[in-house]
């Protein structure tokens, strides 16, 4: 082909087609969405780099839910309200029954501030924990507040008195003031379970008149079990310094509607693991029947068989011996609610107490410090056997028994004797929250 004619037949068909489109023009988003997507960029890369944050909005979170779930008006229903308010500012002691408590950041005012603990064969290592478990002496120890308060413009200072029907009459007690005065001395290392906590030494003459109610205590006679193990190295009382120590429990167990604006669990200053402990009046009657009916029958009894024996038998089963009664006090709660319906705490989630509001976290297990009289320091079986039969509830631990629940609180209010008890939010399935690591119970 001429290629002057191919040349000049591409220009016609060229000429033919349709003259190019005008480039598009950039997309422009209005700058109202153009900062909200840089706002989202923004707080997507400080959720993935910042845990702090994701903590707090998931608090945020939760807390928006605790609204609605806590905006019911309040209830008519009066069956729950409190019999009974108790705390316990000497750990494993005796505790104060009171008309009304405050609520703090570490659960109930004063509750479990001042501990005993004692050193091990190595003296150099932190001293230890000392409570009913390895002596029932402390079950004897009376604590009573001092009328007199001292007030200054940031803390207000308790008086406590300490005394013990173990000792001579002529034994002056013991005062202790919480929080004890400013000190030159340098805090003490100490340990709580798995928690290395920096505490505040009371002094000589404190230690001096709880060893002394150790050295005088012995052990009633018809315990069944061992009542106390030897004491090794000495024995100190110390106190807790808040300021020092930042205790926050299991944070597994705490859904984010209990969690504070921080994004973390409530603290607890010296019980074993949660702030606050709740028991039922229908409960412990339930648990009394229980033990009487275990322990009304009368098991035959080992020795040879001989007429003394038949003897013995024939009279246990005319005048078989009173079943044990278990009083609230062994279990050491600090709010005993007055109901009509047994283990029904199990499923509660969250309950209202004059506008306060209270977590229901998880089941308390118990272990033999239940099993002490908290009059007379005697240790028995019970109510621990009597448990075992109906109250294994854990599958990581079978061999743990519960009573009473472990509840938390960020509220900063009031609750009294004869407040009724609401119960916001239930389990849906009816049941409770067990074990999920291994915490004993609270002493």
């Given amino acids: 082909m001429n290629p002057f004619k191919f040349f000049f037949k591409m220009l016609r068909r060229r000429a033919a087609l349709p003259p ?38 998931k608090a945020l979170r939760g807390q928006v839910q605790l609204y609605f779930l806590t905006s019911k008006p309040p209830s008519t229903d009066t069956s729950r309200k409190i019999l009974s308010l108790h705390t316990y500012p000497l750990k494993a002691c005796q505790g104060l029954d009171l008309q009304s408590v405050s609520l703090t950041p570490h659960g109930l005012k004063h509750d479990r501030v001042l501990m005993i603990v004692r050193s091990g064969s190595n003296l150099d290592a932190p001293k230890r924990f000392f409570t ?9 120890i009376k604590v009573e507040e001092v009328p007199s308060t001292t007030t200054t413009t940031t803390t207000t200072t308790t008086t406590y008195k300490l005394s013990s029907s173990i000792l001579p009459r002529s034994t002056p007690p013991l005062q202790v003031q919480y929080p004890p005065p400013p000190s030159p001395a340098p805090l003490t290392p100490v340990i709580l379970w798995d928690d290395n906590l920096n505490v505040i030494d009371m002094g000589d003459s404190a230690a001096a008149f709880i060893t002394n109610i150790v050295n005088h205590y012995e052990a009633p006679t018809r315990s069944s079990l061992p009542p106390k193990i030897s004491v090794h190295g000495s024995l100190r009382l110390v106190a807790f310094a808040p300021e020092a120590n930042c205790r926050f429990p299991n944070p597994v167990y705490f859904p984010s509607t209990a969690l504070t604006l921080s994004g973390i669990p409530p603290q607890s200053a010296l019980s074993d693991g949660f702030p606050i402990l709740i028991t039922t009046t229908a409960s412990l009657r339930d648990l009394n029947e229980r033990i009487a009916k275990r322990v009304g029958v009368v098991a035959p009894s080992k020795e040879p068989i001989s007429m003394e024996r038949i003897f013995k038998d024939k009279i246990l089963k005319q005048n078989p011996p009173p079943p044990p009664v278990m009083t609230m006090d062994r279990f050491r709660p600090n709010i005993v609610i007055e109901n009509d319906v047994p283990w029904g705490e199990d499923s509660w989630r969250i309950i ?40 294994c509830m854990s599958a990581l631990h079978p061999d743990d028994v519960y009573f009473g629940q472990n509840v938390s609180t960020t509220g900063m209010g009031v609750v009294s004797v004869g407040d009724i008890v609401e119960v916001l939010v239930r389990d849906e399935q009816g049941e409770g929250v067990w074990d999920k690591g291994t915490i004993d119970a609270g002493v």
Wanted: some cysteine.
């Fill in 352 to 391: 209202r107490i004059n506008g306060q509001i209270f977590h229901v976290v998880k089941g308390c297990p118990r272990c033999k410090q239940s099993c002490t009289d908290q009059k007379t320091g005697e240790v028995t079986e019970e109510p621990v056997e009597t448990l075992k039969t109906f109250r």
């Fill in 132 to 140: 009913q478990r390895q002596c029932g002496a402390l079950a004897r």
């Fill in 20 to 57: 190019p489109l005008p480039p598009t023009p950039p997309l422009m988003l209005p700058k109202q969405t153009q900062l909200m997507l840089i706002i989202v960029i923004l707080l997507t890369s400080l959720l993935i780099l910042s845990p702090s944050l994701r903590r707090r909005l």
